[in-house]
């Protein structure tokens, strides 16, 4: 994560405050425990598109004592921290001997000066059904993903109405729990679903995303409803997982949210958008061929940054990589459906680099001669274009370089019909090697 601090980062274990007691000062701050440094980072957690960007704040707290080794950080019930210090002046394994320290291990709790937790003992296994669902409107996020969880366990259907009607509401800041809840109970079905991806909060209609994904088919109703999500959301996390569940669905399903997303104006803007785009077209490439091409007969996406740069070369990359009748047909197919010859020049430069380091295969006559002209445009010599495509008929300067080679070889000491070579003038260092 890029992060604006001091540099020193090595944490152990990292934890979003998301409790009661210190909710004013440290609320959705992440923090952070460094024992090499002796000290906790406070955090702020700002989103930067679909992912965070970090700048630390003042740290919770720090310590000159060189025995301070934090290793962990939880949010506990009573919304205080609780923090594990290994203590020991050794943290690392640099010496094999065990003289660790085995008994001044700490757990300290950070709670605010002027503030002393009130929580009573509780057993949340207990409790009746209806007082967890109660918890699930909680200040501590610890109880509303405990009671959650509870409810799952329990497999408590007896609430799910009540579950149902929480998850449902615009107007609840903690409907994402009660989403976590009503897909331990199975309640997800399609009417809920297609009411959840119109919710306000953007991380209901994710995780809905999310967990649609995961059934791998869906109805048309629900596709179309996914599709239209992916071309009209305004929040980045949404549009990714979008893209990240279509990679699951059948290609028709996963195409057409693909086909969205790729035409959103601010599709280039986002740093893993692109990115997601191409892992749910790759994951069509070879299974559904014919598809992924009909997705490339639309003229729009021709002309595309996003399109130009993860999808039209990296397609004929990944088709040249497999190999064999199909896919070469498929690079031969994309090259007549490219527009203009930038997208030409992608679709070339994609084969080509199929074949990186190594020597290019037979190709078809469809492909074999804007290859040679590509090849010929970038490669430094005739001989460079002959080795590369495997040609047997190599020109005249190749017999010359190889008389020169052998030449050469003689007063080296290489043996060229043996494979390696041996340092003359005796002496202790004489020796064979591989060539």
């Known amino acids: 994560m890029e992060t604006k601090g001091d540099g020193k980062r090595f944490s152990q274990a990292i934890c979003v405050y998301d409790g009661d007691l210190m909710a004013d000062t440290l609320g959705g701050r992440y923090i952070a425990a460094n024992s090499l440094q002796n000290m906790i980072y406070v955090s702020q957690l700002i989103p930067a598109t679909s992912t965070y960007r970090a700048e630390d704040e003042p740290p919770l707290l720090t310590s000159t004592d ?3 080794r934090p290793v962990d950080c939880k949010v506990a019930p009573d919304g205080g921290i609780y923090l594990a210090d290994w203590y020991d002046t ?3 394994h640099v010496r094999p001997v065990d003289d660790w320290h085995k008994t001044s291990g700490r757990i300290y709790r950070i709670r605010p000066e002027d503030k002393k937790p009130a929580l009573k003992p509780f057993d949340l296994h207990t409790l009746p059904a209806s007082d967890l669902v109660a918890k699930l409107d909680h200040p501590n996020r610890w109880f509303r993903q405990q009671a959650a969880l509870e ?3 329990r497999k408590e259907s007896s609430v799910l109405a009540a579950v149902k009607a929480k998850a449902l509401d615009p107007k609840n800041a903690h409907a994402f729990d009660a989403l976590s809840a009503l897909l331990m109970l199975g309640g997800l079905d399609e009417e809920t679903a297609l009411d959840l991806l119109r919710h306000p909060d953007p991380y209901v209609r994710r995780w809905t995303v999310h967990s649609l994904g995961d059934r791998g088919n869906l109805s048309t109703q629900t596709v179309a ?11 980045p996390e949404v549009r990714t997982q979008l893209v990240s569940s279509a990679k699951r669905l059948p290609a028709e399903a996963c195409l057409a949210i693909t086909h969205a997303s790729l035409l959103r104006p601010d599709a280039a803007e986002d740093a893993r958008l692109p990115l997601m785009i191409w892992w749910a077209v790759e994951s069509k ?3 559904d061929r014919e598809a992924v091409l009909a997705l490339l007969k639309d003229d ?3 002309n595309l940054p996003v399109a130009q740069k993860q999808v039209i070369s990296h397609l004929a990359q990944r088709w040249a990589m497999a190999g064999g009748p199909e896919n070469y047909d498929a690079c031969a197919k994309l090259l007549t459906l490219a527009k203009g010859e930038k997208n030409r020049s ?3 430069e994609g084969i080509a680099a199929a074949f990186e380091g190594g020597k290019m295969p037979e190709l078809p006559p469809a492909i074999q001669e804007p290859m040679q002209a590509f090849l010929k445009s970038r490669l430094d010599t005739d001989l460079s274009l002959a080795v590369k495509a495997g040609n047997a008929e190599l020109p005249p300067s190749a017999d010359d370089c190889a008389g020169q080679d052998r030449a050469n070889g003689e007063t ?6 043996a494979g390696r070579y041996r340092q003359r003038g005796g002496g202790a260092r004489n020796a064979e090697h591989s060539e």
């Open 66 to 68: 060189r025995w301070f």
């Open 412 to 417: 080296r000491g290489i043996d060229p019909g």
């Open 300 to 302: 729009q996406l021709w």
């Open 90 to 92: 050794r943290l690392s």
């Open 285 to 287: 490439a070879v299974s």
């Open 151 to 153: 409810l799952g366990w």
């Open 346 to 348: 992608l679709v070339v």
């Open 225 to 235: 409803a996914m599709k239209q999500l992916a071309t009209t959301d305004p929040h």
